[in-house]
């Protein structure tokens, strides 16, 4: 089962600008996100995410995103309800005035959420790595570890949905609808992959310094990344969402 971060093959014009444009234009996203105060203007930064997913031929991992963080979303709602009530109570301990918070926390956690999960999926590890070294003069070793954890994270999750599925076969009820029942199935599970994480991370750092690691720079990689004209206007665009954003909130 894949990943909502691996790289999804396209032609789009977002899958051809430079990663690092890539990551600069989902943190000003998230910049955005972050200083829109209204709920219309959560709502604008978060319809333009969807929009360029869409757009770079992203939809189904766009969506499946959405939905995913849309059940956080909806817990922080009602968490943000009950503790922050204010105007005029509608029922119980629910008022407008917490609602209305409790609405724009929910968008805002989404907005927040989705730029950079929707960026990493249209460039591959190996790209951001070479680019954030060439581009943005990042040492090797960190753009090695930010590449790694990318790689970790997606093996981590298959290897879990493996065991799982696994014990299922063997009448584990780990498909049960009881949150706390999967839950208590689920941590024992917890541990041992971690411990096989940690044992193949070292394995993999082993195996780059017989391979030279410390003696990679810029110029070791195969493949340049040059800023081009529509990287910039992507990074340009970003900027003039922030300024619209802090002008109508």
Do not use: W
């Not at 939905?67 to 709602?77: R, S, T, Y």
């Amino acid at each position: 089962m894949g990943s909502v971060i691996d790289y999804t093959e396209g032609t789009s014009f977002l899958h051809k600008v430079n990663p690092v444009a890539k990551l600069v234009f989902a943190l000003e996203l998230f910049v955005a996100a972050f200083a829109a105060q209204g709920t219309l203007e959560v709502l604008a930064v978060l319809a333009l995410t969807i929009c360029v997913g869409v757009v770079s031929q992203n939809a189904q991992k766009t969506f499946k995103l959405v939905f995913g963080f849309a059940v956080l979303g909806l817990i922080l709602c009602v968490v943000q309800t009950l503790v922050a009530p204010a105007g005029q109570t509608l029922f119980l301990f629910i008022t407008v005035g917490g609602l209305e918070r409790g609405f724009n926390v929910a968008l805002k956690t989404i907005a927040l959420a989705l730029p950079l999960l929707s960026m990493l999926s249209l460039m591959r590890v190996e790209d951001l790595m070479n680019a954030l070294v060439e581009v943005a003069h990042v040492p090797y070793p960190y753009a090695f570890t930010i590449a790694t954890v990318l790689r970790f994270v997606p093996v981590f999750a298959s290897e879990m949905n493996h065991i799982m599925e696994a014990q299922m076969a063997r009448g584990v009820e780990f498909d049960t609808k009881n949150p706390i029942k999967k839950l208590q199935l689920t941590m024992p599970l917890i541990v041992p992959l971690l411990v096989s994480s940690v044992k193949k991370a070292d394995a993999s750092a082993l195996a780059a310094e017989q391979r030279g690691f410390y003696l990679r720079n810029a110029s070791s990689a195969f493949k340049r990344y040059p800023l081009a004209p529509s990287d910039f206007a992507l990074m340009i665009f970003g900027v003039a969402v922030i300024v619209v954003i802090l002008v109508f909130s």
